[in-house]
């Protein structure tokens, strides 16, 4: 059976590094980090989502300067509270939460964050960072990912990594970490001819489809590293509702090296990276200390 590579564990790890360092960095600063979550409507996942990054920034010592908006408010209004954020000196980190409203241009907002404030590393200039190998705030999800293969002692150099996926927020940048990693990538998606073959060559697998239980064992090299990225809620023939991820997750796992579990793998670690990006961004904005890597 395949290693279990445990978000959930290694997330716990680093937000207990970042309490220390937050606890050891504030009394000079004068006030704790602050992150702000911009919540526009009732969306049930979005705001459990925003429960639990809240919960983490009262575990780490972040003030959470959270904004709940009505579903019906319109683009200036969001835009003008994101430039107050920006300009606030209280606030280190803001993240839009996704999705938003259809009404709302989702990516002018995402724009108008401040780079530097931009906990969810989803800005352009973020990303342009990443892409040039220059120090920025990382996307959370990938960060997370790369954590996770670091700490489970994953060879990268020389390996085949496959992609499964290529959205801007885990495809695209995951791919653009590995290569920096040395890895040979390949990103595969819905119009990949022979699919199969392609995810059978990987050495590094991760999945980022958002289809519940996609990958299938006879897709999968034996021996190979998969990392689930996918969170679908299913109902069973009982009625009850269950998490699954993108991979079959028993099949893989008996012929997998490792394998990341769905809920408790890169879920985790995407809130643990969140918390890191900022006490980074805090770090930096006061002229404090920097936060030890989480996986040096």
Known sequence: ?????????????????????????????????????????????????????????????????????????????????????????????????????????AVALLNAIDADKDADGLHPVNLGRLLRGETGLRSCTPSGIMHLLKTSGTELSGQSAVILGRSILVGKPIALMLLAANATVTVAHSRTKDLAAVTRSADILVAAVGQPEFLSADQVKPGAVVIDVGINRVVGADGKGRLVGDVAYDAVAAIAAAITPVPGGVGPMTVAMLMHNTVLSYCGRTQSPLPPEPCP
């Open 1 to 105: 059976m395949a290693q279990i590579l445990d978000g959930k564990f290694l997330a716990q790890t680093i937000q207990t590094q970042l309490k220390h360092h937050v606890e050891a960095v504030a009394p000079g600063v004068g006030r704790p980090p602050g992150l702000a979550v911009v919540m526009v409507g009732d969306n049930p996942a979005s705001a459990a989502y925003v429960r639990n990054k809240e919960r983490s920034c009262d575990r780490i010592g972040i003030a959470s300067l959270g904004r709940h908006l009505p579903a019906e408010t319109c683009q200036a209004d969001v835009l003008q509270l994101i430039q107050s954020l920006n300009a606030d000196d209280h606030v280190d980190g803001i993240l839009l939460q996704l999705p938003v409203p259809d009404h709302l241009d």
